[in-house]
């Protein structure tokens, strides 16, 4: 049984929502949010509550009853008050520049990587080596940090990359000397 999908989510005054042809739309001060919903559940929506219902009682609507719940609750948060992502760079001489809606890293390599931002992320450097992501859709958000990561993971034996700040790098020993 689920338990996310049965919790009914909260609105605030801020939040305007229309529910169309399994379709919602949610607007906020920070912008607008809309997506389908599956043909599994059905939304019930009141003043201030939104509930996700299964149509039929089977193990997959039940899971799909949560990951809508959990999908929609992104979309009223992210619209209200929007989400940050915030990545570190370690290494000596790794280093990023925001340039409008572009970042310019510096990572080891022989070149450059201007890394374009999707529309809707925006992105701000702190002390060349901390950057921060933010926007109002969770999942955009998120794969543009992996993106972001992925330029140069982190190794594991000096810490050198882009890791996420709340990452932790375990480390390995390096070689040892024989005699």
Do not use: C, W
């Not at 042809?21 to 906020?28: A, K, P, S, W």
């Not at 509930?51 to 929609?72: C, F, N, W, Y």
């Not at 969770?138 to 810490?159: C, F, H, I, S």
């Amino acid at each position: 049984m689920t338990r996310v999908g049965k919790k009914p989510i909260p609105l605030s005054d801020k939040v305007k929502i229309t529910y169309q042809d399994r379709q919602i739309t949610v607007n906020g001060e920070k912008g607008t949010l809309s997506r389908t919903v599956h043909p599994a559940v059905e939304l019930n929506i009141s003043k201030d509550t939104i509930e996700v219902v299964p149509l039929v009682k089977d193990r997959q609507s039940q899971a799909i009853q949560g990951l809508t719940r959990s999908l929609v609750a992104n979309m009223i948060t992210g619209v209200d008050q929007g989400f940050e992502r915030v990545l570190e760079i370690n290494g000596i001489g790794y280093r990023a520049e925001a340039k409008g809606t572009s970042i310019l890293f510096n990572l080891g390599y022989s070149h450059p990587i201007d890394f374009k931002l999707p529309e809707g992320i925006s992105a701000t450097v702190d002390k060349k080596n901390v950057i921060r992501l933010t926007g109002i859709d969770k999942e955009l958000l998120g794969r543009t940090a992996a993106q972001v990561r992925d330029l140069r993971p982190p190794e594991p034996y000096k810490g050198k990359g882009i890791k996420y700040a709340e990452e932790y790098i375990h480390r390995k020993a390096g070689k040892t000397g024989t005699k």
